[in-house]
């Protein structure tokens, strides 16, 4: 069975620094992954996929994700963090018949 | 020209009332879900239909039935509501990829609907 684990449930850092949200996967086979933002009381937004075509993947607002098979990890992060970027960060994994298996999320916090 | 939209955003019902929350999406997907999504913003999901046909039915009690009557549409039906409905329900639309080949198609996710039962 597939599941994800995401190893921090509340990251904080200032306004231009980089940002890294941890994400562990566990799958019997090679897995599909995601990461979707979601911002406070609004629905959840695809930030970026695992296709297997590259190991490092490139998101919208210049998030990067980077699948290690080795530890079978999928850590989010972007170079320079900004205020808008606050919100709720949930690792996925796609299980069978197509659903999504979330990860328990993590609350991002930006200071300024 | 909203992808998967879901109505109403709010919903304020009493214990033991019937509701409904409705679910469209105009991306010509074929399959279509309702996740749950818990105070602690946990998600879990608890329905998926493809091309109008029920696949995933996760343990939810009886009192909850999706109706698809056509692909693009996806309702979900509670009875004698209970306080620990109260939640954020997500309704969401993918298609599948190719069969025999890994399906990495993402969900669209409509703007959830918050169901408060008092």
């Known amino acids: 069975a597939q599941s994800v684990t995401q190893l921090d449930s509340h990251v904080s850092v200032s306004e231009g620094t980089p940002v890294l949200l941890r994400c562990n996967y566990s799958?019997?086979?090679?897995?599909?992954l995601f990461w979707y933002v979601q911002h406070p009381n609004k629905g959840l937004q695809l930030l970026l996929k695992y296709t297997s075509a590259a190991t490092l993947v490139k998101g919208i607002n210049g998030f990067e994700a980077e699948f290690k098979k080795s530890e079978t990890s999928f850590h989010l992060t972007k170079p320079s963090a900004h205020m808008s970027d606050a919100a709720e960060y949930f690792c996925?994994?796609?299980?069978?018949?197509?659903?999504?298996?979330f990860g328990q999320g993590t609350e991002l916090s930006v200071k300024p | 020209d909203t992808a998967v939209s879901q109505t109403p955003k709010y919903l304020v019902t009493q214990m033991g009332n019937d509701k409904s929350i409705k679910c469209e999406q105009n991306l010509g997907h074929d399959t279509m879900y309702w996740y749950k999504q818990d105070s602690k913003k946990f998600l879990k999901i608890m329905f998926s239909y493809n091309n109008k046909e029920l696949i995933i039915n996760e343990t939810v009690p009886n009192r909850f039935s999706p109706k698809s009557p056509d692909k693009a549409h996806l309702n979900l039906h509670i009875n004698s509501l209970e306080l620990g409905d109260s939640a954020v329900y997500f309704c969401?639309?993918?298609?599948?990829?190719?069969?025999?080949?890994?399906?990495?198609?993402?969900?669209?996710f409509g703007n959830g609907t918050r169901l408060t039962v008092t």
């Open positions: 969401a639309s993918s298609q599948p990829g190719l069969q025999g080949r890994r399906d990495n198609s993402p969900l669209h």
């Open positions: 996925v994994v796609k299980g069978q018949g197509g659903k999504l298996i």
């Open positions: 799958s019997s086979y090679s897995p599909s």
